[in-house]
């Protein structure tokens, strides 16, 4: 498992580095300027200070080899956008926020998902089980965002009972939370359903329920474990995906968070805000993987870990 996880690292800080060079290319690319129209009022020699302080006076391959070289002990440059203040005082001061949002939705996704995942799946009641495989379709095939809209009418504006901008108390965090959480409640809800079926069909399971073990106990005690395998599976890239993949509802909800902290810095073009966010996502998705890997390896001991790096 050593082995393997130091494998998937190198793998890991190969991919990061792909991610970074394509990222910054991509971004020389693009028409536009950090600094929009501020040049045309700019003294000539107080341009050439602006371009020498951000490296932008050098050829882009020179500015990709700097920008390296400091990303690597850690520093990931002053926004060019607010001057004088370093990104990495932006990202800690707005990661936090984004964090909670996402480990609310991802505890919601799962919770709600896997109940009603086991509800489908043993209901006696037919039209129980189309009903929650309704709401999971509906779940699928509706964005989030309108979800979000909906619930900040009825709920927000309409009813009043939740407040709609920031995330000030725990009652803020309802609505945000639960937009990001439907669609992947819907997708582990089928998951889970699915799985149960056929774990309930494997001979193992057909003995205890012989011996007359109780249906509860065979349930959570044999069948769940090996039910959750593709649960677990998914929810190492759905916790990236709800921690990186806010932005809209973060927009929606005025949340000081990463989220909304990228759209604007691509608005505007803040290129060493865009690097360390990427940086910052990228670095991420990679650690959970690993993450979810070892994980599953724990959970079904049939996963060979070492085979499946080879």
Known sequence: MFRYTLKRLAVGALTLTALATITFFLMKIIPGSPFGGQLAQLSPEVREMLYAQYNLDKSIPEQFMIYLQNAITGDFGDSMTRKGTAVTDIIARCLPATIKLGLAAFTIAITVGVTLGIVAAFTKRKWVENLVMFVATIGISVPSFLYAMLLMIVFGVMLGWLPIIGLKTPLHYIMPAFSLALYPISMITRLVRTSMKEVMKQDYIVLARSKGTPTIKVILGHALKNCLIPVVTYAGPLLAFLITGSFVIESL??????????????????????????????SFIIIVNILTDLLVALIDPRVKLEKKAS
């Open 253 to 282: 909800f005025s949340i000081p968070g990463i989220g909304s902290e990228f759209v604007n810095s691509v608005t505007n073009r803040d290129y060493t805000m865009i690097m360390a966010l990427t940086i910052l996502f990228g």
